[in-house]
């Protein structure tokens, strides 16, 4: 069984900077997407960054230039390093993944339970 599990959200004030972290858990052969979401009350989950097994890198319009993805050392690990953070970020973040599972597959999609990141002075 699959699980990602996401951390790091919380309080902070504009302009401040947050990381989250998010883990890839249980039986993972190997992963072909690791990306951030978003969700604001009211409003559609949107792309926030995305990592892809090319090496790929894609930001969201809002964010680039103020967050990076990246991922640990250890492959199961995604970040995302928010800086100039502004109240329009606040919103539950939700770590995505497509992973396959074992050596036969198939590939699935994975979503985390969210954060809470909350933009406010």
Same mark, same amino acid.
Do not use: H
């Given at each position: 069984?699959?699980?990602l599990?996401e =951390?790091?959200?919380?309080?902070? /004030?504009p302009g %401040?900077?947050? *990381?989250? &972290? @998010?883990? #890839?858990?249980?039986?993972? !052969?190997d992963i $072909?997407?690791?990306?951030? !979401? *978003? /969700?604001?009350?009211?409003?559609?989950?949107e792309?926030?960054? /995305?990592?892809t097994? &090319?090496?790929?890198?894609? !930001? %969201?319009?809002t964010?680039?230039? *103020?967050?990076t993805? =990246?991922?640990g050392?250890?492959?199961?690990?995604l970040y995302l390093?928010? $800086?100039?953070?502004?109240?329009?970020?606040? #919103?539950?973040?939700y @770590? !995505?993944? $497509?992973?396959?599972?074992?050596l036969?597959?198939?590939? $699935?999609d994975?979503? %985390?339970?969210?954060? /809470?990141?909350t933009?406010s002075?």
């Amino acid at each position: 069984q699959v699980q990602l599990m996401e =951390s790091g959200g919380g309080l902070v /004030q504009p302009g %401040g900077s947050q *990381r989250l &972290s @998010c883990v #890839a858990t249980g039986s993972v !052969y190997d992963i $072909n997407i690791m990306a951030w !979401y *978003r /969700q604001a009350p009211g409003k559609e989950r949107e792309l926030v960054a /995305q990592w892809t097994s &090319s090496g790929r890198k894609t !930001y %969201g319009g809002t964010v680039e230039g *103020r967050f990076t993805i =990246s991922r640990g050392s250890a492959k199961k690990t995604l970040y995302l390093q928010m $800086n100039d953070l502004k109240p329009e970020d606040s #919103a539950t973040y939700y @770590c !995505y993944a $497509n992973i396959v599972p074992t050596l036969v597959g198939p590939p $699935n999609d994975y979503w %985390g339970q969210g954060t /809470q990141v909350t933009v406010s002075s």
